[in-house]
Structures are given as structure tokens and as C-alpha cells.
């Protein structure tokens, strides 16, 4: 069996995994036995051209330069791999990163976030005194060792001094910690990589970015938030850290500390309890303005000095770009990730008053143009990407040689010129239409694609995914004159396949509706709506293969799915917001398909009475043999028998039930049922994946009297059950949470939503035991549940008005917890 494992031709590294996949390399976990250890190995993409060149040898440099200080990752060795691509080798982290920690529910205290605020600061000071800036610092970007010591990792993007310059007005830091006067087109200065460090110490302490959002539908909002609001406050236990953070983050460059080491300064008073030195420390004097890494032409040359003035005011008709969408290949482990923002110059117009909508069709205007060969001096790698189409790619679509017309729904075969563009025009001809293109080659081209609207680039894409060179799906085409552009990465010419759908986009039917398809070029467009109380994914049901595509409102690749029967595509990580969704056919056969909308998250609701359970095996209470104390706990069941067990509830709740087997020879059931004998609740198999409950029952009552019925579906043989029967009193939700008294004995939060009052995005149980997270209707139908193991975030934006309950238990062990909701 293929485990994964490769060898990558270099000396004494073994067994390498692929983990992690960025836009111009792919980073392996592999051993290093000579030295019993593990590393990682960063290795440039299999087509490197000179900008992923030049950008890899950077990072080799900066942080060979860097290397020694304690808090940034060593590099243990550099080459290249035996198929002659380049190669950068570190040490493995078996921490992870700190994203990944915040994503698993972690929250770091003062102490621990002052810890390793002190760390990068001085890991910055460093790199700044080598004239080097790092310009993406984030939770993502620092790895934790194994003695949970920080280290900053991913100087792909650093500027090192004697360096290409950066292309006017584009933005390589990620946005969430993006300094104002990035979005602004300033140059990154040392004032940035402090207020990057203060957004990331701000992170790790409230467990989200600062001016985050969970209600964003764009990045507009997040933007105008960086620029213009104050930097949100938190309760710091009277320690200082909030205020600290806040001159880090201050909008005025000069307002920020003058350096990474005045700031680790002031995080050392924090953690030390030096309140009086941090009163007369946060104040700064505006005419001090904060030092500057100024490039020169050796690295240990760096001048220190004011800000410079702002750049010229950009264009004010700039031109327009999307971002297009791809399959993504990144995994994740310290892979740099270029976030270029193509919302830069266009924010000039939002802090004017411009429209929000004008924000998605800009892209700064570069410095020079891009030639047929080479990324032009001074172009760097921040031009615009388009998933992986760069600069000298896009360069090759900006004069078609020759025209030619294409028609909607056709399949055309052109001729590709090598390293030339030849474009296909068509007319969109009014509103609510998508469009999708498809190339195909025959393995002797390599072609580049750009969908151009009226001049404009909407997107462009290169190696699509699916075995298509090229897929692109823009899902609210604006009518007008379109172009769509293509060029041969190869010298040499060759034949192409084009094909052009325009579709009418469909809203998601609300109940199950047959729909068909053509060929592999045939394609639908559905509209999926992602807000509380509305569908939330979809599901397509096919006896042939077919093929699921989810892109935003501006093109960009968000999701996929594809194979026979039953196929779902839960959106419920993305929303709220407004995404479509392409299906496709996989063969040239007539497809019949049934399209219908999932409810909420990954799980469709459940009946109160499980599908699983044949309604033969549920035995009303007056048929059963016997009638036993719940209070005993354990219950011995003869072959095929069937015990009932009175309770009653004094005042409402919720009630759970859980039968296991106690000997394994059993394999039981439980239902509910009221005193005149309604059937309120049958479960088989239940746990949400945990092992050992055999059935559970959670299920919301009011004061009464009810039975609980329990027997053996083996039906030939006798055994014991263990038996828990206990009424819970909700409580309304709260990200405290509490103390569990037992593994199986749960906590309950009512989760109310109603007109202005929307659930919250998420829910993750905080604690040191695994748990089980069940939200289940007033009906005692389950809406979701998490998996246990590694107490995973469970989704509640699809909860619709009324009171839902949050049923919080253990699978083995119990203890304190705590349920952070938001993000």
C-alpha cells in the first residue's frame, strides 16, 4: 500500500511525507537517522521560474542569517533534491504552530503570551538589525518546539537589505495583521512588523484576530476596521497588556513603539508585575518617530530613520481584477502564504466614500511592465497571483496575437501559440449568469488562461484541477464584451480544447428536485444562501459520477466534491455569506441527479427515532416482561428480553439516556416513552462515533411521568447493561462552562435564537478529556455532533429560531472545561 513516503534524493533524509503545500513549495516531514531525528524539508515547486527562485533564496538567506538566535528557526542544511529542485532544511515542529493551537480551542494567559511576545521581539530586534524585515508575522507563522519555545518561521516575503524592492501599492502581509498604512500602499517599515507582532500577541490572548468579524460577507468591512477603529480592549487582569498592545497597534506609525526590543521591554514589566514602569512607558512622544529598516547594498548596512513621505495618490480609475479559484494545495506547517491584496489602491476610494462593490474589481497598477521572459527588476514576487499564475504568466496574456469568436456551450479546438496569447470573445448578453471554461491539452501544451471583461481581468488560472489544464467559474457575470485569453507556457504550439458554458444561476430548492445534465461539459449553477435558520450545503444524489465546485462571489475557489450516490458539500465553515455551486457531469452520459439543501453543518437533523432501528426492535412498555429500578444502574437482560424503567421528571429538563453493553455479549436499545404509552425517542448506536455507547438519548421534557424501555437486539443471548437515566437542568449558554461530575453525566445549555439574536458561528469544548458536543431540537432531534477526539469546533450558525440545547458530556474522563463560543 502507498503510505505516502518518498525519497527526495537528498544525503541522509529518509522516508519523507508530504505535509504541508503552498504556492511555490511543497514542505515534507522525513527522518534524519544519522542524527535520530525528524526534520522538515521545504522544497521549491516542481516548475520553479525566477521569481519563486529568487524569493526561495531570500528566505535562505534571511534566515541563515538569522539562524542563531534562539527564537527563529535554524537551518540545518540547503541544496537541492536529486530531480535538481532547491531545498531548505529544518527542524520538524512537532508543536505545530500557534494558529494551529488557537484553531484546537487553545487561549494563551498573560503570562504565556508575554512569553512568547518576548521572544519574537527579540527574535525581530534581530532580524532587524541585520537590516531585514520580516513583514508576516502571525500565530501561523510561529512554530512551537518541543519544549514549547517559540520560533519564527516563513521569511519567504522578508525584504533583505540589497534585495529586490516591492511592487507599489501591493500588500504581502496577511490581511488579519496587516499594519493601516499597508492597506494604505506604505512600504512595511519596523513600525509594521511591531503592530504585526502586537495583533499576533492580541490573538493569542482573545482567541481571534482583533477586528475580526464573524459577520463579514467581504474584506471591506475588515479593512475599514483596521483603518479606522480603535484597537478592541480586554480585560488583562489589571497587568497593563491591553494598553501595550494598544500603543503596538496604534494607527500612527510614530505612535508605536520605536522598536521590536522597546516593546519586548515593555512585555517584560507586564510579566514581571512593573505596572509603575508601564505608565510612564506607554506614552510616546509623536515627534519620536518609530526607527525604519531602510535596504542598502550589504546586510549589515542599516540606516535608521523617519518614515518617509506616502506614495503618490494611485489612479483613480485603476484597472480591475478578480481573484480567481483553484483547488487549494495548501496543507499547512510553516509554508509562506502570499496573501496579495488586490483591494489596496481601490481603499483609497472606501475611506472617500466610494462604493464597497467598486473594492472587489481593483488591482494596483505595478511599476513597470512585465516582459515575455523575466519578472522586471523591481517587481519582486508581490506581483498580483491568480492561484498560482504569476507576472510572466499574466505578461503572456496582455496582447492577443489573434481573435476568434466562441459561442456558449460550445467545445472549440484552437491552435495554442508557444508563449503567446490568442484570444475567444464572447457576449454576456444580461444578469444572473455564470460562466465556466474549461481547457484540455494533449500533454504538448501547457496553457495560461485570463477571463477578461471589457479589459478588465476578472481571473486567470493555470493547471485547474480535475486532469483540466485550465477551470475556471465566475458566478455572477456582469453583462458586457468578455475575452477570454490564452497562452502556451511552452515554446513550442499545439492543439487545445475550449469549452465555454453560461448557465442561468439557480437558487437552492428548498425540498429534493430532480434535475439532468448532458456530458462532461454540461454544467448547473446553484445559489446557496449561508445565514441562521437558511440551507446551509448541498447534497446531490446520482447513480453516475459527478462533480461539486464552490466559488465565491468573485470567483474564487472555495470548495469541491465529486464521486457517485449520495454527494454533500457542507458550506457551514464559510458563511455567513453567498457562495454557488457548480455540478458537473464526470462522463459524457445523461446525468440524473436529485439536488436538495443541507440544513446544518456536516449532519442533516436526526429523527428523534433512529433510522437505524427497525420498528420491530421497538418494544412498547406494555409489552415488556418485567419493570426495573433506574436507580440500580445495572440490568441483567435474558435472550431477547425487554425491561422497563419508570422515571419521573419533577419539573422540565433535559433527560439522557445511555445503555451500554457491560459485557460486550449484548448489543441494547433504549427508547422513551410517556406514561399513556406515546413513543417519544428510539436510539441505536447513537454516540456520535464514540466507542462503548451503545445508545443515547438526550432528549428535552417537561415534568411528568415517563418510561424508558431497554432490550437486547441480539436476541440470542442473555448479558448485562449498564443504565443511566438522569434529568438535567439547562442553563442558558455562556463561554464559562463548568465542571463536568462524571463522564457520562452531561451539562445542558440552552441555545435560544430569535429576531436579532443570531446563534453564535461556533462552539468548541475547552478541556483536558475528550468530549461529546450534541445540539438536539425541542423534539430531541439531533441537529450535530462532534466526533470526540481532539474536541473539535462544532457549527451552530444553521440553528434556526426557538431553543435548541447544547449537551456538553465526557467519554471517559471528566473535569473543568470551558466552551469558548465565536470563531
Known amino acids: 500500500m502507498d503510505d505516502g513516503r518518498r525519497e527526495l534524493g537528498i544525503d541522509g533524509v529518509v522516508d519523507a511525507q508530504e505535509v504541508g503545500r503552498g504556492g511555490f513549495a511543497v514542505v515534507y516531514r522525513a527522518q534524519q537517522p544519522a542524527f535520530d531525528r525528524t526534520v522538515a524539508v521545504k522544497v521549491l515547486d516542481a ?131 496587516a499594519a493601516p498604512e499597508l492597506l494604505d500602499g506604505d512600504p512595511p517599515t519596523v513600525a509594521s512588523d511591531v503592530y504585526a507582532l502586537g495583533s499576533t500577541i492580541h490573538t493569542l490572548v482573545t482567541g481571534r484576530p482583533p477586528f475580526a468579524s464573524d459577520t463579514d460577507q467581504s474584506v471591506v468591512p475588515l479593512i475599514r476596521r483596521i483603518v479606522t477603529d480603535p484597537v478592541p480592549t480586554f480585560d488583562d487582569g489589571g497587568t497593563g497588556l491591553s494598553a501595550v ?191 465556466r471554461v474549461s481547457t484540455a491539452g494533449n500533454g504538448d501544451v501547457d496553457p495560461v488562461a485570463g477571463l477578461f471583461h471589457e479589459g478588465e481581468l476578472l481571473l486567470a488560472d493555470d493547471d485547474g484541477s480535475g486532469g483540466l489544464d485550465v477551470l475556471m467559474d465566475l458566478p455572477d457575470a456582469p453583462p458586457g464584451a468578455y475575452e477570454l485569453r490564452l497562452a502556451g507556457l511552452m515554446d513550442e504550439p499545439g492543439p487545445l480544447s475550449v469549452s465555454l458554458q453560461l448557465v442561468e444561476v439557480q437558487d437552492l430548492p428548498g425540498e429534493p428536485t430532480g434535475e439532468s445534465l448532458g456530458d462532461v461539459h454540461d454544467v448547473d449553477v446553484y445559489r446557496v444562501a449561508i445565514q441562521p435558520g437558511a440551507a446551509r450545503g448541498i447534497r446531490v444524489d446520482t447513480g453516475s459520477e459527478v462533480t461539486l465546485r464552490a466559488v465565491d462571489e468573485v470567483g474564487t475557489f472555495v470548495d469541491g466534491n465529486s464521486g457517485g450516490g449520495g454527494i454533500e ?153 449498564q443504565v443511566l437515566v438522569d434529568l438535567v437542568q439547562p442553563v442558558l449558554l455562556t463561554p464559562e462552562g463548568g465542571q463536568l461530575r462524571a463522564p457520562d453525566l452531561p451539562d445542558v445549555y440552552e441555545v435560544i435564537v430569535g429576531p436579532g439574536n443570531p446563534p453564535p458561528a461556533q462552539v468548541r469544548l475547552e478541556a483536558d478529556f475528550d468530549g461529546l458536543l450534541r445540539v438536539v431540537a425541542s423534539d430531541g432531534a439531533v441537529l450535530a455532533t462532534t466526533d470526540g477526539g481532539g474536541n473539535p469546533p462544532l457549527p451552530l450558525l444553521g440553528l434556526g429560531e426557538g431553543v435548541h440545547f447544547l449537551v456538553v458530556s465526557a467519554v471517559d474522563d471528566a473535569g473543568p472545561y470551558r466552551l469558548p463560543i465565536g470563531r
Open 47 to 177: 516548475r520553479p521560474d525566477e521569481t519563486a527562485l529568487a524569493r526561495f533564496q531570500r528566505e535562505i538567506r534571511a534566515m541563515g542569517t538569522l539562524s542563531e538566535h534562539p527564537a527563529i528557526a535554524t537551518v540545518l542544511d540547503a541544496g537541492t533534491t536529486g530531480d535538481g529542485r532547491p531545498y531548505l532544511l529544518m527542524p520538524f515542529f512537532s508543536g505545530g504552530s500557534l494558529q494551529d493551537a488557537l484553531e484546537e480551542g487553545r487561549r494563551f494567559t498573560v503570562e504565556e503570551a508575554t512569553r512568547i511576545g518576548m521572544a519574537l521581539g527579540d527574535a525581530l530586534e534581530a532580524a532587524h538589525a541585520e537590516g531585514i524585515l520580516h513583514r508576516d508575522v502571525k500565530p501561523a507563522n510561529v512554530m512551537v518546539g518541543r519544549y514549547g519555545d517559540p520560533r519564527l518561521v516563513d521569511f519567504g516575503i522578508a525584504r533583505i537589505a540589497g534585495g529586490q524592492q516591492t511592487t507599489t501599492g501591493v500588500v504581502t502581509a496577511t490581511l488579519d495583521h
Open 245 to 435: 498592545l494598544e500603543r503596538a497597534m496604534a494607527k500612527d506609525p510614530a505612535a508605536r513603539f520605536a522598536s521590536a526590543a522597546e516593546m519586548a521591554a515593555a512585555l517584560a514589566a507586564v510579566r514581571e508585575g512593573r505596572s509603575g514602569e508601564l505608565a510612564a512607558a506607554v506614552p510616546v512622544d509623536p515627534a519620536s518617530p518609530p526607527e525604519q529598516v531602510t535596504p542598502t547594498s550589504s546586510a549589515s548596512e542599516v540606516t535608521r530613520s523617519s518614515p518617509p513621505p506616502p506614495p503618490p495618490s494611485p489612479p483613480t480609475s485603476p484597472p480591475s481584477s478578480r481573484q480567481s479559484g483553484r483547488d487549494p494545495r495548501l496543507l499547512g506547517l510553516g509554508v509562506g502564504l502570499v496573501v496579495v491584496i488586490a483591494l489596496v489602491t481601490l481603499f483609497v476610494l472606501v475611506r472617500g466614500g466610494g462604493d464597497e462593490g467598486d473594492l472587489a474589481d481593483a488591482t494596483p497598477e505595478t511599476d513597470q511592465p512585465v516582459d515575455d521572459d523575466t519578472v522586471p527588476e523591481g517587481a519582486d514576487d508581490e506581483v498580483p497571483f491568480f492561484d498560482g499564475v504569476d507576472g510572466t504568466e499574466l505578461a503572456l496574456l496582455e496582447s492577443p496575437g489573434e481573435r476568434a469568436e466562441i459561442q456558449p456551450g460550445t467545445v472549440l479546438e484552437i491552435g495554442l501559440p508557444g508563449r503567446a496569447s490568442t484570444a475567444l470573445t464572447f457576449t454576456v448578453e444580461g444578469p444572473g449568469q455564470a460562466i
Open 569 to 721: 458539500m457542507d458550506l457551514a465553515a464559510l458563511g455567513p455569506g453567498v457562495f454557488w455551486v457548480f455540478v458537473g457531469s464526470a462522463g459524457a452520459e445523461q446525468l440524473e441527479y436529485t439536488v436538495s439543501p443541507l440544513a446544518f453543518g456536516q449532519q442533516r437533523p436526526q429523527p428523534p427515532v433512529s433510522s437505524a432501528l427497525d420498528p420491530a426492535d421497538i418494544i412498547d412498555p406494555g409489552s415488556v416482561s418485567r419493570t426495573v429500578d433506574p436507580a440500580g444502574g445495572v440490568v441483567d437482560l435474558e435472550e431477547g428480553e425487554a425491561v422497563a424503567l419508570p422515571f419521573t421528571a419533577d419539573q422540565a429538563g433535559v433527560l439522557r439516556v445511555l445503555v451500554r453493553s457491560a459485557d460486550g455479549a449484548v448489543d441494547p436499545m433504549a427508547s422513551v416513552w410517556t406514561a399513556d404509552g406515546a413513543l417519544l425517542a428510539a436510539s441505536d448506536d447513537e454516540g456520535g462515533g464514540v466507542a462503548g455507547q451503545d445508545a443515547l438519548i438526550d432528549l428535552p421534557v417537561t415534568a411528568g411521568e415517563y418510561v424508558v424501555v431497554t432490550s437486547d437486539l441480539g436476541a440470542d443471548v442473555a448479558g448485562r447493561v
